[in-house]
């Protein structure tokens, strides 16, 4: 097979500057090509085939190039590349773990916890994660218009308790940079909010992402800006990453990452502590670690509770305390996530 070896290996694409929506635009969608350009045998296409059927490859190049070829077990492909075990339906495992269709007051708008909304900025991510607890998300009914932001703007508005919009989605950085100024612009025309927060995997996984329209946005705003970022694996932070994450301090944005724990990705004291490390490097703190949740369709992701705590207990004695994430679990209808 020394063909399938030249060929694997992605040296593809020629590093000439191409946008991040071109770069998204032209990401990877079905299983085939993902398969040939990482040198994966034909053993792995069925299970791709499968997987695709039930939530859409997506992965654009400055991820792919990160992935080891060759190499069914690199955690980066893990977290891309369906497989068969896709299908499985899981007692337990379910659409909607979260039970989130009980907390949207209004189009686009969670108020879950105290003193802070969930917006979703955009239904769109730039990445398709198998994991994701959001891939049976009935995403077309929350990409609200701008006239349906008046809606969720009024909203914050009238409740004073509110001090921190978190944009999410989807991803939010897959809206436009107008759309993102806008949205913050009218944000912080309201008073009693202090933070803008942003929960988003682009800059991970289009590190071009962090370009001079998003800076000009969230540089001007008169609102603190944090960004939680969502890395799982040390792997994910080439020096574009870095440099995207120094571009985004630069402009005063506190960064923060979250993880979910997943088989075969992090599931050890060593990956979590390399991945800690990694993240501060970066100019990046952990901030949560979260145990996965039971969505329909990712069980061969989970760890049990107690193997959880174990490895986070052992994580102690090789971080200091401000490189610890914080492992939690969302449980619906509590006030917080909840810390194991
Ligand atoms: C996770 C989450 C938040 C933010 O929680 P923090 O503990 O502040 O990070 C807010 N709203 C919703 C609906 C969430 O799921
Ligand atoms: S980027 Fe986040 S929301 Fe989008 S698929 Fe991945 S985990 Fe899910």
């Not at 635009?25 to 398969?35: E, G």
């Not at 659409?95 to 916890?113: C, F, M, Q, S, V």
């Not at 990694?278 to 990046?284: H, M, N, S």
Request: with cysteine; aromatic share 6%; hydrophobic share 40%.
């Amino acid at each position: 097979m020394q063909e399938n070896i030249i060929i694997a290996g992605h040296p593809a694409p020629a590093q000439v500057s191409t946008s991040w929506q071109q770069q998204l635009s032209q990401a990877i969608r079905d299983p085939d090509t993902l398969c040939q350009r990482l040198g994966l045998g034909a053993q792995w296409l069925p299970g791709a085939q499968a997987g695709h059927r039930l939530f859409d490859i997506c992965v654009p190049d400055a991820y792919l190039t990160r992935i080891k070829p060759n190499d069914p077990n690199d955690p980066l492909l893990r977290q891309v590349l369906p497989i068969g075990d896709e299908t499985l339906a899981s007692p337990g495992y379910v659409t909607d773990p979260l039970e989130e269709a009980d907390h949207r007051p209004i189009k686009g708008l969670i108020h879950k916890y105290a003193n802070r909304v969930l917006l979703i900025a955009s239904p769109a991510c730039a990445i398709n994660c198998r994991y994701c607890f959001r891939r049976h998300f009935p995403y077309s009914e929350h990409s609200p218009s701008r006239a349906q932001w008046q809606e969720a703007l009024a909203y914050i508005r009238q409740d004073t308790s509110i001090h921190e919009a978190i944009l999410s989605g989807g991803d939010p950085l897959a809206a436009s940079d107008r759309q993102l100024a806008w949205l913050t612009e009218q944000l912080a025309s309201i008073p009693h909010l202090k933070r803008l927060r942003i929960h988003t995997r682009l800059p991970v996984v289009i590190p071009d992402r962090v370009d001079d329209a998003l800076l000009a946005w969230l540089s001007a705003t008169r609102l603190q800006t944090v960004m939680v970022l969502h890395i799982n694996h040390a792997n994910e932070i080439d020096q574009t990453v870095v440099d995207a994450c120094t571009r985004l301090k630069q402009k005063g944005v506190t960064l923060l990452n979250q993880s979910v724990l997943l088989k075969g990705v992090n599931d050890s004291v060593p990956t979590l502590a390399a991945l800690s490390e990694r993240l501060f490097e970066a100019g990046i703190l952990p901030y949560y670690l979260h145990v996965f949740d039971p969505v329909q369709g990712a069980a061969h992701f989970d760890i049990p509770d107690a193997e959880a705590k174990a490895l986070v207990t052992q994580l102690l004695e090789h971080l200091p305390g401000f490189l610890m994430p914080r492992l939690v679990r969302e449980i619906p209808g509590k006030a917080s996530k909840t810390p194991l």
